[in-house]
């Protein structure tokens, strides 16, 4: 994952409009659990999302990566965060709402370990809760050897980011950094092992669970969002 850009992570990420996506999960939220005041941020990374959903929410999160929750703690230390997979992890609370943000449901690679994340967030609601998931690409929008580059501004110095998409079923994508600044210049390799869904296979996944499903096409980003209601 991201465990060698950990510290270039915002910067790379500072286009994201993480508050006016925290204000539309937090509207999404209040439509359907309106009483709702716990939740659950899973692959919560360095803590962006959770900065402006705190201000709604008893908050806390889940990261498989340590160096990502690092940052997130030091950006908010009284936070109850917590290292684990989306799974596996399990904790003693159970949530009005747990998200799933920014993709990162991409990370299971294959169906079956979705499948399994989403029953595992599932778990952990409450009668009547909300799970959010933001899925990855869809497999037509996948290109093998398309090829992206782009230059980020740091606070002191740049990072250059070139990415390849492999082809290998279901995605694998090889980040290229060049990370300049007044130490220097330093080249990074990341390889994302990630997996594709198609909208029969999320639905399925839901279905699976045991959540009432609905889909927002749009969703927080242009792909799309996974709504599911626990029963009450």
């Not at 692959?43 to 997130?72: N, Y």
């Not at 990074?188 to 009432?212: C, P």
Request: aromatic letters at 10%; glycine letters at 8%.
């Amino acid at each position: 994952m991201f465990t060698k850009t950990a510290k270039q992570y915002d910067d790379v990420y500072s286009y994201k409009d993480y508050e006016g996506e925290s204000e539309l999960i937090t509207t999404l939220v209040r439509e359907r659990v309106p009483n709702a005041t716990t939740l659950l941020d899973v692959a919560c990374g360095t803590g962006k999302h959770l900065e402006h959903l705190s201000k709604s929410f008893e908050c806390q999160g889940v990261d498989l990566d340590t160096e990502m929750l690092k940052i997130s703690e030091e950006r908010m230390p009284e936070a109850r965060l917590h290292n684990g997979d989306m799974c596996e992890f399990s904790l003693n609370s159970k949530f009005d709402a747990v998200t799933c943000l920014f993709s990162s449901i991409g990370y299971t690679k294959t169906v079956d370990r979705m499948e399994e994340a989403v029953s595992n967030m599932a778990n952990h609601l409450n009668p009547g809760g909300m799970l959010l998931v933001e899925p990855w690409i869809t497999p037509e929008a996948w290109i093998p050897g398309r090829v992206h580059a782009d230059k980020y501004e740091t606070g002191d110095g740049f990072v250059l980011r070139m990415g390849v998409a492999e082809p290998v079923d279901r995605g694998r994508l090889v980040l290229e950094y060049m990370i300049g600044n007044s130490n220097g210049i330093s080249k990074v390799t990341e390889t994302h092992e990630m997996g594709w869904f198609t909208h029969d296979e999320y639905s399925n996944a839901f279905t699976k669970a045991d959540l009432k499903l609905e889909y927002l096409e749009e969703g927080l980003t242009g792909r799309g969002i996974y709504i599911g209601l626990k029963p009450e």
